[in-house]
């Protein structure tokens, strides 16, 4: 099949992007790296009136590290963190997501807001940005405004974007030097998006612990944080309960599968 018809915008400034859109009365997609719209777009599942390309918007395609925070733009792709020679535990752990993601086409392709705008729940990023409490950055016609990555990413598929609004940037802490991290998936084999996704975040020295499970029928869930409800001892046990409580769609026969990846991340957790 191929794609019904549409108009073709590339606009050049954000306040153009948010005009273009507004107009279209939430009937227009964005066109990022394209590796999810365009197969969509071929099968019909996606039929929007117009495809805003926002392919000349440079401010959207860098990375910028401050001590607290990396912003980093909603065109960044998955390859150009994969080979970031950023030191330190948070680049280790974008490194190490990034460079699982697909194949290597993908990932010199496909963006980082792309995907989590995608909001598919076996993604990498939602997880991992869960787990590093990230946020996100929204341009719209009234300006812009930031969400926590747990408000934006609301179903499987479906963020919290009001009509003529996009991503724009994601906010990540910056994780102290001696933090621990632990990031694992299960797929069939290397390329396929995840079954099911474990990862643990544990910076002492900023009192942030954070353990996350994903790949589920719904968006990540927060299993344990640091700020209340962290069990004196985490086995599979309790993960498994914790599962069960903050992912009541995943089947009985499933939930100790997505406990023991999230167990794999915890105990492979890489520290400096």
Known sequence: MK?????????????ETTEILAQHQGD???????QSLGPMLNLRLARPSAIVDISALNELKAVDVSPSEISIGALV???MLELSKEAGPTFDLLRKVAGGIAYRGIRNRGTMGGSVVHADPAADWPSCLLALDAKVSIA????????PI???LIGSFTVALEPGEFLTRLHIPVLSAAARWGYYKHNR????????????????????RRVVAGALSSPPVLLF???GGWPQR?????VSAAVREAAPAVEDDHVHFHAAAVMRAIQGSACP
């Not at 794609?3 to 306040?15: E, T």
Request: glycine share 16%; charged share 20%; with cysteine.
């Open 3 to 15: 794609a019904s018809s549409f108009d073709f915008v590339r606009p050049s400034s954000i306040q």
């Open 28 to 34: 227009a997609r964005v066109l990022a790296g394209g």
């Open 77 to 79: 792709t998955h390859g």
């Open 140 to 147: 719209g016609p009234s300006g812009t405004r930031q969400l």
């Open 150 to 152: 747990g408000e934006f």
């Open 189 to 208: 084999k290397v390329g396929e998006f995840a079954e099911a996704i474990g990862c643990f975040i544990d910076d002492e020295a900023r009192g942030v």
């Open 225 to 227: 944080t640091s700020m």
């Open 234 to 238: 985490i086995t599979i046990g309790e």
